[in-house]
């Protein structure tokens, strides 16, 4: 059974650092592409990218490159989605989903619980 | 990108009743590469359909998904009140991979 977890809730303040991760189970982690899907208080889904961890390729939204980086850890099963300075404005929900099959093209067939990340001054 | 629009914004209907969700996409969505979801409150997204008219696993034959190019329809069938949420497409067709505004379903 495929399983994905997230790492829990993030309080931060403006300017500060984070990595959130996303580890899964049950297939081989490096042959699926896992992705980063925003939700902001009450708002739609925003894709943010996504990331091949055979061989570390991501690709990115134009509205999340150069603010934040994707990376995944092939030894443990890790994808993460790392901020080197933080805003107000990226509080949100952030969710890590799997694509349904091994192709760069795919829907999300697997969904992390998410996790809230709250950036307060 | 490719900007998808839904409609309507909201949609309540009545158990039994017929529920038909649209997605139309500012350019084509080529190999019907969408997916609907849907989102129920404190919860993340749930695949239904993919590929814009193949169901996901578990999903039962009440949901139908259906069009091309750049219109397409979601279709639920003798409504139950589980079928509550927020039901969202996506398109996976062209980097990035963007999401509609979603259909807010009320079961009354």
């Known amino acids: 059974e495929v399983q994905v977890v997230q790492s829990g809730a993030e309080v931060k303040k403006p300017g500060e650092s984070l990595k959130i991760s996303c580890q899964t189970s049950?297939?081989?982690?490096?042959?699926?592409?896992i992705g980063w899907v925003r939700q902001m208080p009450g708002k739609d889904l925003e894709w943010m990218g996504i990331?091949?961890?055979?061989?570390?390729?991501?690709r990115y939204s134009p509205s999340f490159e150069g603010h934040v980086t994707i990376s995944a850890d092939k030894s443990i099963n890790t994808a993460y989605l790392h901020w080197s300075s933080l805003k107000t404005s990226d509080t949100a929900i952030y969710y890590c989903?799997?694509?349904?099959?091994?192709?760069?093209?795919?829907?999300?067939?697997?969904w992390g619980q998410g996790t809230l990340v709250t950036v307060s001054s | 990108e490719i900007v998808l629009i839904q409609s309507p914004d909201t949609l309540s209907l009545s158990p039994g009743e017929r529920a038909t969700l649209s997605c139309r996409a500012s350019?084509?969505?080529?190999?019907?590469?969408l997916a609907w979801y849907r989102q129920t409150p404190g919860q993340p997204p749930r695949l239904l359909i993919f590929?814009?008219?193949d169901r996901a696993t578990g999903i039962p034959d009440r949901f139908s998904g259906s069009g091309s190019g750049t219109d397409f329809t979601l279709v639920i069938n003798r409504l139950e009140p589980e079928d509550v949420g927020v039901y969202f497409c996506?398109?996976?067709?062209?980097?990035?991979?963007?999401f509609g505004q979603g259909t807010k379903l009320e079961i009354k």
């Open positions: 989903a799997r694509h349904r099959r091994n192709s760069r093209y795919s829907a999300f067939g697997n």
């Open positions: 049950g297939y081989p982690f490096t042959d699926y592409w």
């Open positions: 990331i091949y961890p055979g061989d570390s390729d991501a």
């Open positions: 350019q084509d969505v080529f190999s019907s590469f």
């Open positions: 590929g814009a008219s």
């Open positions: 996506q398109q996976y067709a062209r980097s990035p991979y963007t």
